[in-house]
């Protein structure tokens, strides 16, 4: 009788589900999710909800992909980053190469499937989402330019967009706002970060605006950025999707938000290293809860609609 | 030792029965898509290099 013995002479760790879980970047997935979900119920097209679930699930699957591909492709500068070294692929727990199938594969299918359950204008949309932050973001402006966010921002601003194209098959002026709504709040989210894992980003060599620019320079741009946020934020209030319950909230959202900005801008490196880049942290924190409710009012404002309690005679300008 | 014994199999576990539970979530998935669409009446043809009578606009039958 012959035994048959199995020796694991590689000595890596066998990937867990887990880990390419993780790979997927789920905490970028929800907030890509959610504001995927009020661009797909505020859309003024009513959409099944099994076929709303399964359109969400495609969108929800394409990030994820990005996701992945965004891991495959920063890995050598992942691995130096305290903040990223324990990813799936520096901590050596998924090959770079598994990383890239997966990503490839969930992109194509998550275009195609949404293709078939939504239509093809929203398809196309995702697949551009996916491309621009691989390609644009990931393997062109982060590592060439300062700016890299700014425009790399874009990526993250196109869900409720697609979330829209789902419900509708086309863009709309609130849509756009939308967008752009993610898309002014993107710079001074991820520089108020880059403030305090500056060391990070030095590093890796990644020319966040602390890094090339200076700290001065960055204070400058996001108080600049909050000004010029907060008309954006609030446009929505008097867009199709909008009313008197998101101006108010929009309205003391960017005040608070501004407040912290300007808190951030009267600091220099000096104080800041005093307390541990307290204000800059907590800035970060609110700035997550900023948009998570702006959104949250804007799906208020949808329901109140559904209800039929919409504020007559409420200016629509956009 | 028997080679489905070993210890790699219990590690693959994990990964094994959630491609499962995600492989079956994805067939209940498609077949839930697929009722909707059939009773909302959209057609599930498409154009395949050859002109069908079905996918031809209706036609009112002459007096």
């Known amino acids: 009788m012959t035994e048959v013995v199995w020796t694991d002479k590689t000595g890596a760790p066998e990937a867990q589900f887990g880990d390419f879980v993780d790979l997927l970047k789920p905490r970028v997935m929800r907030l890509v999710l959610f504001t995927a979900l009020v661009g797909l119920v505020c859309a003024p097209v009513p959409v099944h909800p099994v076929i709303a679930f399964a359109a969400l699930v495609c969108i929800g699957v394409g990030a994820g992909a990005a996701g992945a591909l965004n891991m495959w492709w920063d890995r050598d500068i992942d691995a130096v980053m305290a903040r990223t070294k324990g990813r799936p692929i520096p901590s050596g727990r998924v090959e770079h190469d598994a990383a ?18 939504a239509n ?5 949309f995702l697949a551009f989402t996916i491309f621009f932050y691989v390609v644009i973001y990931s393997m062109w402006l982060k590592r060439a330019t ?3 966010i700014v425009i790399g921002g874009a990526a993250g601003a196109f869900p409720p967009m697609v979330g829209w194209a789902v419900a509708t098959g086309g863009i709309a002026p609130a849509s756009v706002l939308m967008f752009l709504l993610i898309f002014l709040w993107t710079p001074p989210h991820f520089w108020a970060l880059a403030l305090f894992r500056n060391d990070d980003y030095t590093r890796a060599g990644v020319p ?6 200076g700290e001065r320079s ?31 909230g929009a309205f003391v959202l960017n005040a608070l938000f501004i407040r912290g900005a300007w808190a951030i801008w009267r600091r220099d490196e000096a104080t800041a290293a005093a307390d541990r880049c307290r204000v800059e942290k907590r800035f970060f924190g609110f700035s997550i809860v900023y948009l998570f409710l702006h959104f949250s009012l804007l799906l208020v404002e949808a329901g109140l609609r559904a209800a039929g309690l919409a504020a007559a005679g409420w200016p629509v300008l956009f | 030792m028997r080679p489905d014994s070993h210890e790699i199999y219990g590690r693959r576990r994990s990964r094994n029965v959630g491609l499962g539970i995600v492989l ?19 057609s599930m043809e498409g154009f395949d290099h050859q002109i069908r009578p079905t996918l031809l606009p209706a036609t009112e039958p002459a007096e």
């Open chain 1, 146 to 148: 300062p700016q890299n």
């Open chain 1, 120 to 124: 093809v204008f929203a398809a196309a």
């Open chain 1, 218 to 248: 960055t204070r400058n741009h996001i108080l600049a950025y909050a000004l010029i946020l907060a008309p954006a934020a609030i446009a929505p209030a008097f867009s199709s999707v909008g009313g008197p319950v998101y101006l108010a």
């Open chain 1, 100 to 117: 890239l199938a997966l990503g490839v594969t969930l992109s194509g299918f998550s275009v195609v499937m949404l293709g078939l359950v």
């Open chain 2, 24 to 42: 079956g979530a994805l067939v209940l998935l498609i077949f839930a898509v697929t009722i909707v669409k059939l009773s909302q009446g959209q």
């Open chain 1, 208 to 213: 966040m605006l602390p890094v090339a620019a």
